[in-house]
């Protein structure tokens, strides 16, 4: 050979050569170094190729020898790189169940489930009954006119019977034919609103709240809840207003409730009374949730006054009807046995959890 490479150096490089890619190839542990390694080792101008170049210079016997082995070679460079590559993704795909686990039988995070506020139970009791009674459901603004609030209702300005109610103003100009602007102070303005809305006949409750400017105590809060009722038709008459009240009180406190009608005076009523239910702790013996009465006030309502009628354009002559109103809260701690409305309204979840 003329640059004097023997067969037995052309073997030795080659031997060398596998030794290299294989130790390489060892230590890879991506798919990415492996393609440079396959361009270099076995690419078409890569080092075993470069190496058989030399073959040429071999005498003519020795060429099939040393070929063969330098293809021996390149086969099993191939081989160890497609088990390499193999191996890689079996590390990875072990790596990522490892670090993916997901063991479905741990226990779960607990999901802290919502529930109803005691004054949204009651309310929606309190409208059960008397949907079933035929009452349709209807709604009015909470800042509210002095003309619904008050005027309409027979409590004209500088009437004493304001003093019943401890007033929000809202700052706004009061205009000629409504007046003051006002966080309403009951829901009897609703009363007012459906009569001048719809002709005779009527018969509806209106829930919602309410606003009185005073100092709150066990038994007072300055925002509260009413249900209003009102039906008006030919010839209702207070024996309709028992009837439906008293149906009212057996269906929330039961059947043998005693229910309690006592005169009392609001201005959109005559006559006005007060419904009381016998206690339902000491049904009626005196004890300290009725303050020894045996009673327990639970609303206000009365036959609508003939000059309500007659400002809502609904002849007194042919038409009357009752109406009562009462507090939401307070029916609530009458029958969950609450003895502060404060707690309604702290926002303190062993309060509230204890209603379902
Ligand atoms: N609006 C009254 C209040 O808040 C409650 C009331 C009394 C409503 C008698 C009525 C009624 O409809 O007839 O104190």
Redesign the pocket.
Known sequence: MADGTTAADIVAQLEALEREAQDKLAEFTSDSDVNEWRTAYLGRSGKVTQLLRGLGGLPKEERPRVGQLANTVKGRLAEALEARQAAIQRDQLAGALQSEALDVTLPGEPVRVGQLHPTSLVLNEILGVFERLGFQVVEGPEVEWDRYNFAM?NIPADHPARD??DTFYVEAEPTKSFGSMLLR????PV?VRVMEDTPPPVRVVAPGR?YRNEATDASHEAIFY?V???AVDERTSMADLKGVLTAFAHDLFGEKTRVRFNC?Y?P??EP???VSISCHVCDGGGCRVCKHTGWLEI??????HPSVLEAVNYDPARYSG??????VERIAMLKYGIDDIRYFYSNDVRFLQQFR
Do not use: R
Not at 299 to 304: K, N, P, S
């Open positions: 209702l019943m109610w102070t009951h829901t009897s009363q309410v009413q209003e009722g009102l009392s609001f959109f009523v006005g009374a007060e609303l206000g309502c009365g036959m609508v009752f109406a009562f109103g009462m507090g």
